[in-house]
């Protein structure tokens, strides 16, 4: 989730640009960079990695001249966070750049017919390939023969035949040294937004990044473009052909905008799960084979092949992701998981399999006990695949194979969409490892992708109860004790939705395998306690059923999750939430969704500190 800002105008670019990027930081940065057009048609292009700050140094010491330019702040998700990687990225020319938001699922395959064609490139990123793809179109009107009025409509359709080859999410901005009255933009599946000022134009990952200046908006549609110039903004399909949009005006102040006209970063976080799980996906699903994610992770068929045994470490809700993904891995994979508190394995004395392989999951990548138990692990002379959601951070640094989730930063304490993004990580890994060991066979991966690719959707729907979890929360949000309860691949959604409602309502709740209620818990059951019952779809939905009847019994008030078309709950839950079918071992990522929701309508009604609560890090670097 990157920041990108663009201006045309009449003003000096570089003030603009850098004032765009600080109001942008909230959507993350491990680097950053400008690239500023002069008069002569020069490019003056400056990039750093870190902190915005770092790069406002070398502006301030070298401040690019000229009345267009992009800037960009980068949340890594190809290519280690360093200057060669930052954007601004230009083709062999150095007179084209391009910044980006998003990621392109094919640059493999393009970046090496691009090299095989000549092309040098500079950096490990999906996005150069963008520019020297534009270079490639440009080449028929190269050495000086197109006149300049020609050069814009030029550069206009090598943009539009270039999108025609990549596949993926992209908010583009791209400026060409020689038209440097021009700013043309691109957008699928990844924000972008143009401001219209007077005398001047903006494009942006987000409103912030120019609400000082205008609240003249117009939001891009996938596959559209824009041609950005001083005097005004044109828009067009990919496909060709002008597009008429109208602007809208923001109201929002700034601190509204940077949470999307969200009361908090979580809320906002929860409901951008379906793009968050839609780009960890994104480029992981096909082409349906063993080994598939080799290009991108290192974990080849044969790496995947050798794991006899899968050791899942991490911490809070990622355990709880690693718990979902001891179910996903024996399901599809046939080989034994365990999922484990890094707290707790890293001062056992562990007796790991030597051809173990070992999966740390961390939003942060920064939590101390699962470095620690990451270490363990290897000093023992085993291979680490990390689920985490920062490039460079310490866990990407110590891992041998990185799946990363592309979720974006993650600000709310209480994780949400890194732990969605987390089970489908978990969920592509478990199906590489079913098809790397021919447990799972191409039709049986082909099912289960058909129920991926339909998530996001799933997920769009189900934040549809948001008003029915609400009414819930008003009811109930004085209770002092909440019981959690599930099963089987569900049994972890019970300790998670426990967690989410705990740690930032403060009110006790536990979380519990539904199994065990007659071992205890249900003695702590009445008519004070409500109690919620994950009872989607399952192969042990009948034994839900009579766990949801024992808590009724004893007085319990039952909010019971459960799959569109089941009947059976009717008469015995209190209150029902219904959710959209999906695969068995899917109902995970789409039964979180209610319950991070009633968790924070909760809080929120008690007044806390939803994104800061009391007494919590985001990320717990000390043990
Ligand atoms: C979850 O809502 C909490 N914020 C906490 O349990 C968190 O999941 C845990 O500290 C692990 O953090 P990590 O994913 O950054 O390693």
Known sequence: MCGIIGYVGGREATPVLMEG???????????????????????????????????DEKVREDTPKGKVGLGHSRWATHGKPSEDNAHPHTDCTGKLVVIHNGIIENYLELKADLQAAGHQFRSETDTEVVAHLIEEGLKPFAGGRATPDLKEPMLFEAVRKAFLKVRGAYAIAILWAETPGMLIAVKTASPLVVGLGEGESFLASDVPAFLEHTRKAVFLEDGEMAILKKDGVSFFKLSGGKVEKKPQTIAWDRAMAEKAGYRHFMLKEIHEQPQTVADTLRGRLYPLKAGSLAPETGLTSEVLSKADRIELLACGTAHHAGLIGKYLIEHFAGIPAEAEMASEFRYRDPVLDPNALVVAISQSGETADTLSAVKLAKGRGLRVVSVCNCLGSALSREADFNLYTHCGPE???????AFTGQLAALAVFAMQLGLSRGKLSEPEARAFVDELVRLPALMRQTLKLDAQVLELAKRYFRVRDFLYIGRHVNYPIALEGAL????????????????????????????????????????????????VEEAKARGAIVIALCTEGEKRLVGRA????????????????????????????????????????????KSVTVE
């Open 21 to 55: 990027l600080r109001r942008l930081e909230y959507r993350g940065y491990d680097s950053a960079g400008v690239c500023v057009a002069d008069a002569k048609n020069e490019l003056h292009l400056l990039r750093a990695v870190g902190k915005l700050s770092k790069l």
């Open 411 to 417: 600000f709310g304490v209480a994780s949400t969409k």
């Open 574 to 617: 209190d209150h029902i939430l219904t959710l959209p079918k999906t695969h068995e071992f899917l109902y995970p990522i789409l039964n979180a969704v209610p319950l991070q929701l009633l968790a924070y309508h909760i809080a929120n009604l008690l007044g806390c500190d939803v994104d800061q609560p009391r007494n919590l890090a």
């Open 500 to 547: 989410k409602l705990k740690e930032i309502s403060y009110i006790h709740a536990e979380g519990y395998p539904a199994g065990e209620m007659k071992h205890g818990p249900i003695a702590l059951i009445d008519e004070t306690m409500p109690v919620v019952a994950v009872a989607t779809e399952s192969s042990v939905l009948e034994k839900m059923l009579s766990n």
